[in-house]
């Protein structure tokens, strides 16, 4: 490839220069038994041109080959690529663009080519005029002629590459030509040095051959500058005519840029891991971006991987069953081609690792004098030494990358397995996993079945490493090797009856953080109902009591590994002592030679005997957690047979079901709907009735297939919408939720918003339909969540819809226009079945169910109802009374006039609808921040995920290591790990400097003190390491206790709008993910990084003593690896933020699906999520495939680095004269340089990994800085014990907004509301009341004015104070995990029989007695086990049971029936009579009895008096409601009194 014959001439003279020099200059001196003269004599071949014109072939011969060996490479691969692309449209386009591209050729590119054509017409000369060699050298023809045919090839081939980059349009050079410009530069300029040298010591004339060498270097060095920039000189710029007016946009753009460079890597660049070097380019030059990182490789995307796994499990279902042992065969199946591969990388590095310790006995003979075959064979040995490092480092790296790839793969696999069953599991099996428990499998399950696959490797490595220790222990000690083989056979298993502790202590720890999980997602979920009850504190301690048991398991489980520690650094010497024991007592001959060789292999017993523990410890914690998903996915899904799916040209039915019986639970005797009978032809208007708990929603649920069948059949032709009780919005924006993964339709879309009353509200937001809806849309009123959902299944333009009772959430006028909007408007042709509790909307029904006791009682129509008179006039008969109530208040009120009509005029009603048109355009502005908040400001509610930039701070390291004790015990801890390294040093010194050189020698101390001496030392080393792995497990656990305890304290104590603005999913994933890294990993990784740095000072120290210029090479090198490290962390440091990050998306998109199951189901949009959940999936795995990329990237060059700094010693060892150094100290050096590469790898490695470790500290800390709300209690303003009294409340000016950027939502209230008075809130949607209501409750804070309770301004006094004596009945009701009696009564503070009282009361003792528990009857994650209308009913008897004297009722009668309205009104009166009461209801009647009305509109009070005297006004705005309300009703009268 250079001029090499050209300067392999020079270099045989030089060589003969050499020794002239030496003897001409002294510096050898004449004598002829000079030491280094005689030393430099042994290997003369040194001094023959053949020997070098040789090794110019081979060097040659490998580059050839090398390039051979890509091109082959690639080629195949290209062949690969085109056998599986059926359509080359992706080359055709490719080839388009390159035509449109136009090159541009730089001079350096040109000069390139003319150094190249130039040295190769050197090297043709040279061969031409071969006979000139004779003149030379002495050395024979053939070679001469073989090494300048080789350079003629070689630079041929070379001149042919670079001629080829203008046809490849390669504007990087490869690495192969780099590598052999820099080397032959530098193999140039060493010849010139030499013959410089040579010519002056000589006082020779500069001949041909140093005018070729100095030509050649010249040429060289421009190669060389080339080459370390690393560009060709070529350029392109785009000149095409036939782009595309309009661009493609900047996210498209942004998906266009990303590529996959590690599945475009040459051999050379996987191997080296190259392939990483731009990302690092970019990484290093600014902080990287989620469009910076390349994509994953075609093989290693998530969809490809899920249909993978999926072919595989359904293949070994229908061959053995679904069981664990099957889903365990699965992904086995899955993982093994990979894992193979895996398998022999780590065999091959196993066995490298041995090469080391078996030659250290030959280097100590030959060190001693043993050179019958000169120095050559010193060479051989380093080579040999060096050969093996390189290979277990090329090994090492390609396994441990190959099974974290192989880990990302099936994690890929299982979270979109596990996502895809949670989609299809029935009700009874959601019921046994939670939420918060289905987390825990993805972040933490998944997580330990990955690490698995990691150390599934040791496996087979382990029986290698024990037969090589022991191969190469009998080669030293003879039978003394088997005592050393029994010692480690007994430590192992010293670590299995640990094993199986850890094992159970890793279940208990999984329990218990499930159940912290599970409760953390239930209060999480509740948040907001836990401050207006101020229970918040109580849930605290409860997470806290938790935390506590999981805490206890926790360090049963670290003090376990720190016995294991301690084992694993206590082995060496153990197993040393004991075969060294053996061998004395069998009066085998230790030699140092024997010694060092012996303790070189117990330290490499050391990984084996470490990795078993941990081996058991990680399959132990892997098999829990893959039993744990096993079960899961065995678990019960929806029966694809529940349903028929008829098509709709063989049928005028839509829904048929024929004798049908369906439960909830399969095994109760008491099926939840019996003896179902119902027809619905298409395009009939079904209602469905009946009281709370009748089974009116369950019966929808059957229709869908939700609900188990037990007996019948169900028919339904057509697609189906639903819209659930519960509405279900997904974070995103409105025209999302809407669209719902379907193609925008402007005209459709449009006449959907219409007829679902949300023109007006769209117009309001700043940002219209593109505004952006909070979590589980918190930022939204009940009425606008609802008329998405209801927009949702319109825009669907479904056969079928299924409604569940939607109208219940919006007021009077919203609902009427619902109605005849949509129902009976936009749907007209369509099937609708409707569940309702608002009789005004039965008598347009084709058909009515009246359900009872999970029966229907009666179908038909209105009127036919009536006349049956067998339970539908109960219905009726209520709705009635309530009308009726509305109806006297307004007639009593109003003057009576002969000229007015019974009805209103056309003209009135012209009138009232204008105005209801205009106020309908006022939108909710009520909770943490409105919907159109922060277009203008920060242009979205739900920000991105908070992420650092840049390096971890200073402050993260301090807070981190000053948390417990002010880092007193940090010191501590040094100490220990600093005497342990010198007792293990001096112990180790020991042997090699006691030990005699040969058997014949005679020993410098007696054996018995000998061994004495070292067993004291070890026994003192170990004794460091157990006290040092206790300090860290200790300091471990109690600093990750108090970082819990801190950020849980912030959570809960933050203010609303900081849960109104963060999905669930963030802080779930700190609360699981990143505390399990405080728990296990940060301590023992930030321990590492001072550990790791006190041993290679140790190292060095040893090594020093017999080689001190290794020191003045590690200087540098350690520079180097100090730069390589700088250049790592920034790109390292962002994927592994980017990582994190790209984590919570997953959770929060499973949590949201789980959430909306049904609906996801009843629209057929499972396959959507499904891909988005493998998109999410994908995000992930790219910055951290990238990230443990990187990883390996740094890890190689430093392994790299250290097998130099090796190379170095070793060389210098070998060249140094006999007898110039202790053979048995330099034997001991070069057994501590065995692991130099890995110590030096260590301390980078845990330096890096450490960091983005901290990334979790960093991020738990930005929780533990949320600014919390006022405080809990005022100590110096608390109010009276009987606070609040009478219940008067003053306001004054008051004025509330969600944010300053924000305008006022209230507007200057003022009024006093007189205690022990009932208060009706009224206004159209959005109008104030529930803001008012949070006002008061000080879920919002008022920005300017005061609210006074009993003449307590509660903007003084705790919140706990204030929330814990006012009561509320809250619009959407929760209930939590548990019991029937912990629901109501948290705190337990009243008897059992006052909770039986409150349960009849709510018309829910009855039902509760029905079960064999009673009291304790469960109630499962969310309350999904009780109707929504029930979940109310115990809202209600909280409050019954609190008892304050200020109750407030947010629409709290919304879901259940008339009848069951008012008896809870009745009971309310009865038991809240002598109390202040506020009542918000969309139900007039409800506060048609109230002592006062408030009427708000536009954040102000706009009316404020008693019923009456507004009544007195037909221009108010609360008569235009109850004229509103009769008008609706008017109807039905006629129809009820016909």
Not at 139 to 146: A, D, E
Not at 171 to 183: A, K, N
Not at 1185 to 1208: C, G, K, P, Y
Request: charged share 20%.
């Amino acid at each position: 490839m250079e001029r090499r014959t050209l300067y392999l001439p020079a270099l045989a003279r030089t060589s003969k220069r050499m020794q002239e020099m030496f003897l001409h200059r002294g510096l050898l001196g004449d004598s002829s038994d000079s030491t280094i003269l005689l030393y430099l004599q042994k290997w003369p071949e040194l001094y023959s041109p053949c020997f070098w014109m040789s090794t110019s072939a081979l060097i040659q011969l490998i580059f050839i080959m090398s390039i051979l060996a890509q091109f082959l490479f690639k080629k195949i691969r290209w062949w690969r690529q085109r056998l599986k692309t059926a359509t080359p449209e992706s080359s055709k386009h490719s080839h388009q663009e390159q035509k449109n591209a136009d090159i541009k050729l730089g001079i350096s590119y040109q000069a390139c080519k003319a150094c190249c054509l130039l040295i190769l017409a050197t090297h043709v000369l040279m061969a031409s005029f071969s006979r000139l060699h004779e003149r030379l050298s002495d050395c024979k023809y053939p070679p001469f002629i073989l090494n300048e045919g080789l350079q003629v090839l070689s630079w041929l081939i070379l001149s042919l590459a670079v001629f080829s980059f203008q046809k490849t349009k390669s504007e990087q050079l490869p690495l192969i030509i780099r590598s052999w410009w820099i080397f032959s530069f530098l193999q140039s300029i060493t010849s010139v040095v030499f013959d410089l040298r040579s010519i002056l010591s000589a006082h020779e004339y500069i001949g041909y051959e140093e005018w070729i060498d100095l030509f050649t270097l010249v040429v060289c060095t421009y190669l060389f500058a080339i080459s370390a920039s690393g560009k060709t000189g070529i350029t392109f710029t785009d000149c095409s005519i036939t782009e595309p007016l309009l661009g493609p946009s900047v996210g498209q753009q942004a998906e266009a840029k990303r590529s996959c460079p590690y599945g475009r890597a040459s051999l050379l660049e996987l191997v080296t891991f190259s392939w990483m070097n731009p990302v690092f380019a970019i990484g290093y030059k600014k902080p990287l971006e989620k469009n910076n990182v390349p994509d994953v490789d075609g093989k290693d995307s998530a969809e490809i991987l899920s249909d993978s796994f999926k072919r595989i499990i359904d293949d070994v279902e229908r061959n053995h069953g679904l069981s664990t042992s099957s889903i365990y065969r699965a992904m086995f199946l899955f993982i093994r081609r990979k894992a193979i591969i895996n398998a022999g990388f780590a065999v091959l590095s196993a066995s490298a690792s041995y090469v080391g310790p078996s030659l250290i006995s030959d280097l100590v003979k030959f060190l001693r004098g043993e050179r019958q075959y000169g120095l050559k064979r010193g060479y051989i040995l380093a080579v040999a030494f060096l050969s093996a490092k390189v290979v277990e480092t090329i090994a090492q790296r390609q396994w441990i990358f190959g099974a974290r790839q192989l880990g990302m793969r099936l994690r890929a696999a299982l979270i979109s397995h596990i996502y895809q069953k949670g989609l299809r599991l029935s009700c009874s099996s959601r019921q046994k996993h939670t939420s918060g428990e289905i987390i825990n499998y993805m972040s933490v399950d998944i997580q330990r079945i990955t690490d698995v696959i990691w150390y599934t490797n040791y496996i087979w490595m382990l029986p290698i490493q024990l037969s090589l220790a022991v191969f190469v222990l009998h080669q030293n000690l003879g039978v003394g090797a088997w005592a050393g083989l029994a010692a480690t056979l007994a430590i192992m298993a010293c670590n299995i009856p640990l094993t199986r502790m850890q094992k159970r202590l890793q279940a208990k720890i999984m329990t218990a953080k499930d159940n912290r999980m599970k409760a953390t997602t239930e209060v999480l979920r509740s948040m907001k109902i836990l401050k207006l009850q101020a229970w918040d504190m109580q849930y605290l301690q409860k997470l806290e009591a938790l935390r506590s048991e999981e805490y206890n398991w926790l360090w049963r489980s670290v003090r376990l590994s720190a016995l294991t520690t301690f084992i694993f650094w206590g082995s060496p010497p153990f197993i040393s002592s004991i075969t060294f024991g053996s061998c004395i007592l069998m009066g085998i001959p230790l030699t140092a030679g024997t010694v060092l060789s012996a303790l070189a292999t117990f330290r490499m017993l050391q990984d084996p005997i470490f990795t078993l523990p941990d081996l058991l410890s990680v399959f132990a914690q892997g098999k829990v957690s893959a039993d744990r998903v096993a079960k899961y996915l065995q678990e019960e899904e929806l029966k694809c047979d529940a349903v028929t799916e008829v098509p709709r040209n063989v049928t005028d039915y839509d829904v048929e079901i024929d004798h049908g019986i369906f439960s909830w639970d399969l095994e109760t005797t008491c099926p939840t709907l019996t003896d179902v009978e119902l027809k619905v032809k298409r395009g009939m208007k079904v209602a469905i009735c009946g009281m709370v708990g009748s089974g009116k929603s369950s019966l929808l649920s059957c229709i869908l297939g939700e609900m188990p069948k037990l007996y019948g059949t169900v028919r339904v032709s057509g697609s189906k919408a639903y819209v659930p009780q519960t509405a279900w919005i997904l974070s995103g924006n409105i025209r999302d939720n809407i669209l719902f993964g379907n193609p925008y339709d402007k005209d459709k879309y449009e006449k959907s918003i219409q007829a679902c009353a949300l023109t007006k509200d769209l117009e309001m937001f700043s940002n219209g339909d593109l505004t952006e809806i909070g979590e589980r849309g918190i930022n939204m009123s009940g009425g606008q969540k609802q008329r998405i959902q209801l927009a949702r299944s319109v825009y669907e333009d479904a056969d079928i819809y299924l409604f569940d009772d939607p109208f219940s959430a919006v007021d009077a006028h919203t609902g009427s226009q619902l109605f005849k909007d949509c129902v009976m408007g936009i749907l007209k042709d369509k099937t609708v079945l409707y569940v309702t509790h608002q009789v005004e909307f039965l008598p347009v029904a084709d058909l009515i169910l009246v359900m009872q006791d999970g029966k229907i009682m009666q179908k038909g129509k209105f009127d036919e109802l009536l006349q049956q008179n067998i339970g539908f006039e109960a219905i009726v008969g209520a709705h009635s009374q309530a009308l009726e109530s509305v109806i006297n208040a307004e007639s009593s009120s109003r003057i009576p006039s002969d000229n007015r009509k019974s009805a209103d005029s056309e003209d009135e009603v012209d009138t009232e609808n204008e105005t209801d048109d205009q106020l309908q355009g006022i939108t909710k502005q009520e909770s943490a921040h409105d919907v159109s908040q922060d277009i203008s400001q920060k242009g979205r509610l739900t920000q991105d995920e908070e992420r650092e930039k840049g390096g971890i701070g200073k402050k993260v390291y301090w807070a981190y290591l000053r948390a417990v004790h002010g880092g007193a015990l940090v010191p501590v801890t040094i100490a220990a790990q600093s005497f342990f390294q010198i007792f293990q040093v001096a112990s180790n010194y020991w042997m090699a400097w006691a030990s005699p050189p040969t058997s014949a020698t005679t020993p410098t101390v007696r054996l018995g003190l000998l061994f004495s001496v070292y067993i004291a030392l070890s026994m003192g080393s170990a004794l460091c390491v157990f006290a040092r792995s206790m300090l860290v497990s200790l300091i471990g656990l109690l600093t990750s206790q108090k970082f819990f305890k801190n950020m849980l304290h912030c959570i809960l104590h933050a203010p609303m709008s900081f849960f109104d603005s963060t999905p669930t999913g963030r802080i779930l994933n700190r609360a699981s993910n990143d505390q399990s890294v405080l728990d296990l990993e940060i301590a023992n990784k930030l321990g590492w990084c001072v550990f790791s740095i006190i041993q290679i000072l140790g190292t060095i120290g040893v090594m020093s003593q017999v080689a001190w210029p290794v020191f003045a090479i590690f200087v540098p090198v350690a520079v180097v690896c100090f730069l390589c490290q700088r250049y790592y962390i920034p790109t390292a440091r962002e994927l592994a933020r980017l990582s994190q990050i790209q984590r919570a998306p997953i959770l929060h998109h499973f949590a949201e699906s789980l959430a909306g199951a049904s609906s996801i189901r009843a629209f057929g949009q499972k396959d959507r999520f499904r891909k988005a959940n493998l998109g999410l999936c994908d995000n992930h795995s790219r910055p951290w495939f990238h990230n443990i990329s990187s990883m390996e990237w740094l890890s190689f060059r430093l392994n790299m680095l250290s097998n130099f700094v090796f190379a170095f010693s070793l060389t210098l060892l070998v060249s140094l004269p006999e007898g110039f150094i202790n053979p048995s100290i330099a034997g001991l050096a070069v057994t501590y340089a065995l692991n130099l590469n890995s110590q030096l790898a260590s301390i980078i490695w845990n330096i890096c990994n450490t960091e983005n470790k901290m990334i979790s500290v960093e991020r738990i800390m930005q929780y533990s800085r949320i600014p919390s709300e006022a405080p809990l209690v005022v100590d110096y303003y608390r109010p009276p014990i009987t606070w609040p009294e009478a219940g008067t409340i003053n306001i004054r000016s008051l004025e509330v907004r969600y944010a300053e950027h924000l305008p006022s939502i209230l507007r200057n209230i003022s009024c006093t509301i007189p205690g022990r008075k009932k208060v009706g809130i009224v206004g159209r949607t959005g109008s104030g009341k529930s803001t008012f209501i949070q006002a008061l409750f000080r879920i919002v804070e008022p920005r300017e004015g005061t609210i006074e309770i009993d003449n307590v301004d509660i903007c003084k006094i705790g919140l706990h104070d204030l929330r814990g004596r006012i009561s509320i009945i809250p619009q959407d009701p929760t209930m939590f995990e548990g019991t029937v009696r912990g629901n109501l009564d948290p705190l337990n503070e009243y008897s059992d029989q006052r909770v039986w009282k409150i349960l009849g009361k709510c018309q829910l003792g009855d039902i509760v007695r029905q079960s064999p528990k009673k009291l304790d009857s469960a109630v499962v994650e969310n309350g999904e086990n009780w109707s929504v209308g029930q979940r109310q009913l115990f809202c209600l008897g909280r409050v019954l049971l609190k008892r304050s004297n200020v109750l407030v009722l947010d629409e709290a009668t919304a879901s259940v029936d008339s009848t069951t309205d008012a008896i809870i009104q009745e009971t309310i009166r009865e038991e809240f009579g002598n109390c202040t009461v506020l009542t918000i209801a969309h139900r007039i009647h409800t506060v048609i009895d109230s002592d006062l009305i408030l009427v708000f509109s536009e954040g102000r009070i706009i009316e404020y008096d008693t019923p009456s005297k507004l009544l007195e006004n037909e221009s108010s705005e609360f008569s235009r409601l109850i004229k509103e309300y009769s008008r609706r009703s008017h109807g039905f009268n006629s129809i009820a009194n016909s």
